[in-house]
């Protein structure tokens, strides 16, 4: 059964610095991942879409999808304390339209 | 602008009542999800919808059921609310083709006493 796994976290970044986040997933045929952002007591929302090698990058976020090490990171750069939130991975499902979530990891941003 | 909007933001429910949880997309969205959330545990499917009148269990469909009379509004409901089924509840759609990005209703936060 495919598998999203992260580190739950938290992680603590200083303000400034980049943020990495990291997801490894258990399906070699997964072509495409999803970087959601949750903050504290509200539904999670969409920051980037990334469905080849390499990297990907809108505004202070980039995100990197290595297929061959089965691993997607998320990097934001100029961490601000507004980043501070869950960060949640999920990849399609072969069969139907659900997503495969990660259990998320909590970025704080110390200012 | 996609918009997805659930009819209580929190809800407080005895043991044993049945409660309907309701969920509207203004964007003909195919696909229909409900999920809980509960710390430490992440996002669990209850039930989707990928058409009227058609429903696919999730991977926690025991104690709710669903329905999807319209294409636009997909319901939850818990038959006998029980204590464990306080959580926070999300709906979400999208369109119907591999790979469709999920949005997301601003949630319900379900209390159970």
């Known amino acids: 059964q495919k598998e999203v796994e992260q580190n739950s976290g938290p992680l603590s970044v200083p303000e400034g610095a980049i943020a990495s986040l990291n997801c490894t997933y258990s399906?070699?045929?997964?072509?495409?991942f999803f970087w959601y952002r949750q903050y504290s007591g509200k539904s999670p929302e969409l920051i980037m879409f990334?469905?080849s090698n390499g990297d990907k990058e809108d505004g202070r976020f980039t995100a990197q999808l290595n297929k061959a090490s089965q691993y997607v990171s998320l990097l934001i750069r100029d961490s601000q304390p507004s980043d501070s939130a869950t960060y949640l991975c999920?990849?399609?499902?072969?069969?139907?339209?659900?997503?495969?979530w990660g259990a998320g990891t909590k970025l704080i941003i110390k200012p | 602008d996609v918009k997805v909007t659930q009819s209580s933001r929190y809800l407080v429910k005895r043991t044993g009542e049945k409660v309907f949880l309701e969920c509207v997309q203004d964007?003909?969205?195919?696909?229909m999800f409900w999920y809980r959330q509960d710390p430490g545990l992440g996002l669990r499917l209850i039930y989707f919808s990928y058409d009227v009148k058609m429903k696919e269990k999730g991977d926690i469909p025991e104690g709710y059921s669903v329905s999807r009379e319209k294409k636009e509004r997909f319901s939850l409901i818990l038959e006998s609310a029980s204590t464990n089924q306080t959580s926070m509840y999300l709906c979400a759609s999208s369109l119907a083709t591999h790979q469709e990005t999920q949005y997301f209703g601003p949630g319900t936060r379900l209390l159970v006493l």
């Open positions: 399906d070699r045929g997964s072509q495409s």
């Open positions: 990334i469905y």
């Open positions: 964007m003909d969205h195919e696909n």
């Open positions: 999920a990849a399609p499902m072969d069969s139907n339209y659900q997503l495969i």
